[in-house]
Nanobody, 124 residues
């Protein structure tokens, strides 16, 4: 089992940047494929980014491609989400997630473990 704790959320103006971090407990962080998802008020949870266990493969939906970058540091048990050119529609609670199917990129919300979320608010 792994526990995930997100940080780095906050209030930013449109066009600005934020970097989210997700710290994972345990010694087997590299056993997990990781992802970031978000949920805005009144909307369904939306997949944002995924990264393989080694960090060599990533995937983004069109809504964030070219603006968001997911990365991981297995030595630090941490996954990151760099968000640039933020838009008001990026406002949401952002969740870090982990899955034991390490050889796959999980491109939806079908993850085994979830963090508590961090709020990102983008003002216009």
């Amino acid at each position: 089992q792994v526990q995930l704790v997100e940080s780095g959320g906050g209030l930013v103006q449109a066009g600005g940047s934020l970097r989210l971090s997700c710290a994972a407990s345990g010694r087997t962080f590299s056993s997990y494929t990781m992802g970031w998802l978000r949920q805005a008020p009144g909307k369904e949870r939306e997949f944002v980014a995924a990264i393989s266990w080694s960090g060599s493969n990533t995937y983004y939906p069109d809504s964030v491609k070219g603006r968001f970058t997911i990365s991981r540091d297995n030595a630090k048990n941490t996954v990151y989400l760099q968000m640039n050119s933020l838009k008001p529609e990026d406002t949401a609670v952002y969740y870090c997630a982990a899955d034991r199917r390490r050889h796959y990129l999980i491109k939806n919300d079908d993850y085994d473990y979830w963090g508590q979320g961090t709020q990102v608010t983008v003002s216009s």
